[in-house]
Antibody, heavy 122, light 112 residues
Framework: EVQLVQSGAEVKKPGESLKISCKAS????????IGWVRQTPGKGLEWMAI????????RYSPSFEGQVTISADKSTATAYLQWSRLKASDTAMYFC???????????????WGQGTMVTISS | DIVMTQTPLSLPVTPGESASISCRSS????????????LDWYLQKPGQSPQLLIY???YRASGVPDRFSGSGSGTDFTLKISRVEAEDVGVYYC?????????FGPGTRVDL
């Protein structure tokens, strides 16, 4: 079964760092792009960044460039999203997602992780 | 970014009846090199992740019942649910993937 399993909920303070994960199974991790989507009550669903684990090629949404870092580890079939200095506005649900077709991110996303809730509060 | 809008934002439904959701994009989603439309529909059921319902305008994703259908062209699109069932409640999103980053509509909340 193809699935993405995300790390658990996090509660952090402003200024702290954080790295959340998305572990893939059931398919060839290196051959599919994998991305992160943020969900907030105010702005809804927003694409943040996407990575091709095969060669670590990355794309960032202009809204998130410089704010987060996406990475992937082929040896553990895991994608990551990290922050160096969290802000209260980073409070959100974060989903990882994989497209239907290998080798392209211009594709519908049919596999989603269960979500990781991140809460930033002093 | 391509801006996606949806109407209505809230849609009360009655089981057994049909329902329609409209989505509009700020520019055409017709791909000139392939002749297909880069518009998808997702459903987020309460407490769950979004799930792909319709891709490339009108193709049902694996396991999606045939009471769901997608149509439209250019910048105007429609998701239709015929014979609504109780399990169809949730928030429906359209999403364009013609340009990166893909952008979602604000969502239409469907409830009984």
């Amino acid at each position: 079964e193809v699935q993405l399993v995300q790390s658990g909920a996090e509660v952090k303070k402003p200024g702290e760092s954080l790295k959340i994960s998305c572990k893939a199974s059931g398919y060839s991790f290196a051959n599919y792009w994998i991305g992160w989507v943020r969900q907030t009550p105010g702005k809804g669903l927003e694409w943040m960044a996407i990575i091709y684990p095969g060669d670590s090629d990355t794309r960032y949404s202009p809204s998130f460039e410089g704010q987060v870092t996406i990475s992937a580890d082929k040896s553990t079939a895991t994608a990551y999203l990290q922050w160096s200095r969290l802000k209260a506005s980073d409070t959100a649900m974060y989903f990882c997602a994989r497209p239907m077709y290998s080798g392209t991110y211009y594709s519908s996303f049919d596999i989603w992780g269960q979500g990781t809730m991140v809460t930033i509060s002093s | 970014d391509i801006v996606m809008t949806q109407t209505p934002l809230s849609l009360p439904v009655t089981p057994g009846e049909s329902a329609s959701i409209s989505c509009r994009s700020s520019q055409s989603l017709l791909e000139s090199d392939g002749g297909y439309t880069s518009l998808d529909w997702y459903l987020q059921k309460p407490g769950q992740s979004p799930q792909l319902l319709i891709y490339t305008l009108s193709y049902r994703a694996s396991g999606v019942p045939d009471r769901f259908s997608g149509s439209g062209s250019g910048t105007d699109f429609t998701l239709k649910i015929s014979r609504v069932e109780a399990e169809d409640v949730g928030v429906y999103y359209c999403m364009q993937r013609m340009e990166f980053p893909g952008t979602f509509g604000p969502g239409t909340r469907v409830d009984l």
